[in-house]
């Protein structure tokens, strides 16, 4: 981890504590700490877990992005109920921030990851419903056709997904009620 110096602070995401430190969620974002005017920050990526039941150029280049621009962890492939519920249980466990699961439809290792307690997996197929399932439903997981959805277009849907630092306030009563809250 690199140490640097921020002045203008990090805006969004996630608090923690009543004063940094601070987590944003979004990549390449920082996790720091407090010390005298400016922000003494340690570059931190945040934790993924990936899964996918087959294997083509659309799983390849989800697979690189998430590698190369977050700390994510690979699940092996197996039946996609399975690795569904190894991602979704890692996410409601709290091991990992965010899962992305692809099969060949997308919907049933969303249906499988929405079994889990905690987990709010959403499909999707273009970067909008991506965005606003983060936006609009809080989804902590990511699930794409492996078959249908053309390789720059699954890692758009990436981009967007990651994209959103927090939910929408006014969507938070909603997202409470799917949290059982």
């Given at each position: 981890?690199?140490?640097?110096?921020?002045?203008d602070?990090?805006?969004?995401?996630?608090?923690v504590?009543t004063?940094?430190?601070?987590v944003?969620?979004r990549?390449?974002?920082f996790?720091?700490?407090?010390?005298?005017?400016?922000?003494i920050?340690?570059?931190?990526?945040?934790?993924?877990?990936f899964?996918?039941?087959?294997t083509?150029?659309c799983?390849t280049?989800?697979s690189?992005?998430?590698?190369?621009n977050?700390?994510?962890?690979?699940?092996?492939?197996?039946?996609?109920?399975?690795?569904?519920?190894?991602?979704?249980?890692?996410?409601a466990?709290?091991?990992?921030?965010?899962?992305?699961?692809?099969?060949?439809?997308?919907t049933g290792?969303?249906?499988?990851a929405?079994?889990?307690?905690g987990?709010r997996?959403?499909?999707?197929?273009e970067?909008?419903i991506?965005?606003?399932?983060r936006?609009?439903?809080?989804?902590?997981?990511?699930?794409?056709?492996?078959?249908?959805t053309?390789?720059?277009?699954?890692?758009?849907?990436?981009?967007?997904?990651?994209?959103?630092?927090?939910?929408?306030?006014?969507?938070?009563?909603?997202?409470?009620?799917?949290?059982?809250?």
């Open positions: 981890m690199r140490m640097v110096t921020l002045c602070g990090l805006g969004g995401g996630e608090r504590g004063s940094p430190p601070v944003c969620t990549p390449g974002r996790v720091g700490q407090r010390k005298g005017a400016a922000e920050v340690t570059a931190e990526k945040i934790r993924v877990i899964g996918a039941d087959d083509n150029e799983v280049a989800v690189d992005y998430l590698h190369a977050f700390d994510t962890s690979t699940v092996d492939a197996t039946t996609w109920p399975e690795l569904s519920e190894t991602v979704a249980a890692g996410v466990a709290g091991e990992y921030r965010f899962g992305v699961l692809m099969c060949w439809t997308g290792t969303a249906i499988a929405n079994k889990v307690v987990v997996a959403a499909q999707a197929w970067p909008w991506a965005r606003n399932a936006l609009w439903n809080d989804a902590n997981v990511l699930t794409m056709s492996l078959k249908r053309a390789p720059d277009v699954a890692v758009d849907c990436l981009k967007a997904f990651f994209a959103v630092d927090a939910p929408d306030p006014d969507e938070v009563p909603q997202i409470d009620k799917l949290r059982g809250r």
